[in-house]
């Protein structure tokens, strides 16, 4: 072995130890659970506006973007949308570490699972940004799906990259559908730790989400 080839090797295994580390600490554990919290209430606020809108009462549907959106314009607005950051920068470091290092405190993830920690990790990451620039901008209404595939149209085989994005989507509506319906979410929970009426509570939600979910993506 070269001496180049023992020094990227050594490095590679700092790197890797120093992962470890981070992700053992209890600030990690912290910025973990605070993503999940940001996490939830982005989607909360979008259901909550889907529900306002359909039973008449002025509301919208919308995306994580327009979620966010929706925070600022609230009384503290730009309070919450910082912990919101905070939060969704958490949530994509924990999936991003997860796919760097196959596992996070709960367990090995195997090849699949890291492609797509690290799919969720950039797209988390890139709602922190979106946070960070409402946050630091002027307010400016973002494009919508539809604007976007209509860019892409105009790109070198931009219609491929959009049908190849539009497979994407629905295979992985596909995997939330079986993963819901199947309940596999619940080999990714400590459920032995659950009191029974919270297991079931969780497992009827868990599935609801994941469903609907996959109508999403669909």
């Known amino acids: 072995m070269s001496t180049i080839q023992r020094d990227t090797s050594v490095s590679v295994r700092r790197a890797r130890s120093a992962g470890e580390g981070f992700v053992n600490s209890r600030i ?6 605070a993503g999940f919290v940001a996490r939830a209430l982005v989607y909360g606020i979008i259901g909550l506006l889907a529900f306002d809108l359909a039973i008449g009462q002025g509301g919208k549907i919308t995306n994580q973007q327009g979620a966010l959106r929706t925070v600022e314009q609230h009384p503290f607005g730009h309070f919450l949308l910082t912990l919101l950051a905070v939060g969704l920068g958490g949530y994509a470091l924990w999936r991003l570490f997860r796919a760097a290092l196959g596992h996070g405190r709960e367990g090995a993830d195997r090849g699949i699972e890291r492609l797509g920690a690290l799919g969720s990790g950039i797209a988390y ?3 922190c940004v979106v946070a960070v620039q409402i946050l630091t901008g002027p307010g400016t209404s973002g494009k919508g799906a539809k ?3 209509g860019d892409v149209f105009t790109w070198p085989a931009g219609r ?6 539009g497979v994407v989507l629905a ?6 559908l079986i993963r819901g319906l199947r309940k596999k979410f619940l080999d990714d929970s400590k459920t032995d730790e659950m009191p029974q009426f919270v297991l079931k509570g969780f497992t009827v939600l868990g599935t609801i989400g994941h469903v609907a979910r996959a109508v999403v993506f669909g």
Do not use: D, N
């Open 171 to 176: 295979g992985i509506a596909c995997y939330q």
């Open 125 to 127: 990451a890139a709602m």
């Open 28 to 33: 990690f554990t912290i910025l973990s659970r």
């Open 160 to 165: 491929w990259l959009v049908a190849v994005a």
């Open 147 to 149: 604007k976007t595939a």
